[in-house]
């Protein structure tokens, strides 16, 4: 009789056969005058495209390859340079080194292992003619970009004044145009959004140290320009004044009443998920759950829960909830654990994971945890149906939102706590195979077994900062993907 799969393995047999071809950035790390990254797979030079930006007083090397990154941009600062690695687009990872003046840099490849560094300059007096430099001298990265009302907001390494604007205006039959220029660095790459039907605007890199903002429209344009707390927004006259600028994660809208998310507090019942003395994770979770759902619904979305009360549920209910109510985001809950003793003390920090190829030992261990209480049901997906919740648009909502979570509760934190950066990472966990058609991410909102953050988890004003930084994570990805 031929061996049959379990269903865990078959999951992981699929995953793996659907992108097995795909190269995965699994971590970074820094290193002398430069950084380190762990791949999935070799990569050799001719599968990096490389250019430079050359300046009078700006240096940029630019290196894209074919690659999904786990986790969000980074930023890693060095004396004379800095260098970033992000996401550019579903399907290529971008390096960066900035400088103010050319560096030579190298690449070295060891089996799944690439290195970027640069060789520092041994020139003292320009070491400190730089950190004498006035402040107007220095560089303004745009490091992220996003639709807003009628307009974008650029969020900036550093605060930027109106005054440094250069507008510029044409006029051509029917059509308007509207150019505004300032010296910056847009990091993010090119983007276009439409405003409207009539009206679109577009962000690009217009020389190597000036940063350009178009708006076309099909009726004259009046521009609208607030800078404020290293952000600023571009958009059209007359839909916000100064007095509302606050940044999309914060202000509630009438677009949200349509959204419906459903948020899964894990565990409960005869299922306590993990253990510490009396903590216990399915309590903490459905805590913080009823509080995320509180949040979002302050924002006007329509909120529904797996579980409100201490109660089993098995895996096929809780997406069945998620499916009946066609949610458009789907939200599991967890704490995470130590595998011992030994590694409690420090194992710690907040990750938001999305359903995906595991491609690390430690993502495959979180999920066989979490799975064990769902392997039961496991049967109930059928191939078919798994192969759909697997398309590539859903991947890759769900690597968005989850980036988003992370970047906004870790902001959210880190205004009082000093919290570990987990990273947004992949796994296979069954509790969001079922969640079709819609973004589906599980949160570990931190270690249950950490001898501080378990007192954190379990304080009722942690709660609330986790609880209003995942809810803005939520408002910022519906922003950014309407």
């Given at each position: ?12 047999f699929?995953?793996?056969i659907l ?7 699994l971590?970074t790390?820094k290193?002398?005058?430069?950084i ?14 490389i ?14 390859f ?37 560096l030579?840099?190298d ?11 640069f060789?520092?300059?041994d ?10 430099s006035?402040?107007t001298n ?13 307009g ?10 109106e005054d ?12 308007y145009?509207t ?8 990091d993010?790459g090119?983007?276009?959004f ?5 009206t ?8 190597p ?5 178009v708006?076309?429209?099909?009726k004259?344009?009046?521009?609208n320009?607030?800078a404020?707390d290293?952000e ?8 916000k ?5 606050e ?10 009443k ?10 409960g019942g005869?299922d ?8 216990l ?12 759902g509180?949040?979002?619904?302050k924002?006007?979305?329509k ?6 009360n201490?109660r ?8 069945k ?6 949610a458009n ?14 590694a409690a ?20 261990e979180?999920a ?7 392997l ?12 759909h ?16 979570i992370?970047?906004?509760?870790l ?15 992949e796994?296979?966990?069954?509790v969001l ?7 589906a ?20 004003s ?6 209003e ?5 939520i ?8």
């Amino acid at each position: 009789m031929a061996k049959i799969l379990s269903p865990f393995l078959f999951i992981l047999f699929a995953l793996n056969i659907l992108k097995a071809d795909t190269l995965f950035v699994l971590d970074t790390k820094k290193i002398q005058n430069g950084i380190e990254l762990s791949l999935s797979s070799n990569i050799n030079k001719s599968d990096l495209k490389i250019s430079e930006l050359k300046d009078k007083n700006s240096y940029r090397k630019i290196i894209d390859f074919e690659a999904t990154l786990e986790g969000i941009r980074t930023n890693y600062d060095f004396d004379e340079a800095k260098i970033s690695i992000a996401q550019f687009n579903p399907k290529t990872t971008r390096l960066v080194l900035s400088a103010d003046k050319e560096l030579e840099s190298d690449l070295s490849f060891d089996k799944k292992t690439l290195r970027f560094t640069f060789k520092s300059s041994d020139n003292k007096a320009s070491k400190e003619k730089k950190v004498s430099s006035s402040k107007t001298n220095s560089k303004i990265y745009i490091t992220d970009v996003s639709r807003y009302d009628s307009g974008i907001t650029m969020k900036l390494s550093d605060d930027i004044n109106e005054d440094d604007l250069k507008e510029f205006s044409m006029k051509n039959k029917n059509s308007y145009r509207t150019v505004i220029n300032f010296k910056a660095i847009l990091d993010t790459g090119r983007k276009k959004f439409d405003l409207d039907k009539n009206t679109q605007i577009v962000i690009l890199q217009y020389n190597p140290s000036i940063a350009r903002v178009v708006i076309n429209s099909n009726k004259k344009i009046n521009t609208n320009k607030i800078a404020k707390d290293k952000e600023l927004f571009i958009g059209l006259d007359g839909v916000k004044t100064d007095d509302d600028f606050e940044p999309v994660t914060t202000k509630k809208v009438q677009s949200n009443k349509g959204k419906i998310v459903v948020i899964d507090a894990g565990h409960g019942g005869k299922d306590g998920g993990a253990i510490n003395g009396k903590l216990l994770e399915k309590n903490i979770v459905l805590s913080l759950a009823l509080k995320i759902g509180d949040e979002l619904k302050k924002k006007g979305y329509k909120v529904y829960y797996t579980r409100a009360n201490d109660r089993f549920i098995n895996l096929r209910d809780r997406t069945k909830i998620a499916n009946d109510k066609k949610a458009n985001m789907f939200i599991s809950i967890h704490a995470n654990a130590s595998p011992n003793k030994k590694a409690a003390a420090s194992m710690h920090g907040f990750e938001t994971f999305f359903l995906s190829p595991a491609r690390s030992e430690r993502s495959k261990e979180i999920a066989e945890k979490e799975n064990q209480s769902d392997l039961e049901e496991a049967n109930y997906f059928s191939k078919q149906n798994f192969l759909h919740s697997l398309s590539r648009e859903k991947i890759i909502a769900s690597n968005r939102l989850a980036i988003d979570i992370q970047r906004h509760t870790l902001s959210v934190l880190n205004k009082k706590y000093k919290v570990n950066d987990g990273g947004v990472r992949e796994a296979p966990f069954w509790v969001l195979v079922g969640a079709q058609d819609m973004p589906a991410v599980l949160v570990e909102v931190g270690y249950i077994t950490h001898p501080v953050e378990s007192k954190r988890l379990a304080n009722k004003s942690y709660q609330d900062l986790l609880a209003e930084g995942i809810a803005n994570g939520i408002q910022s990805y519906f922003y950014n993907n309407r």
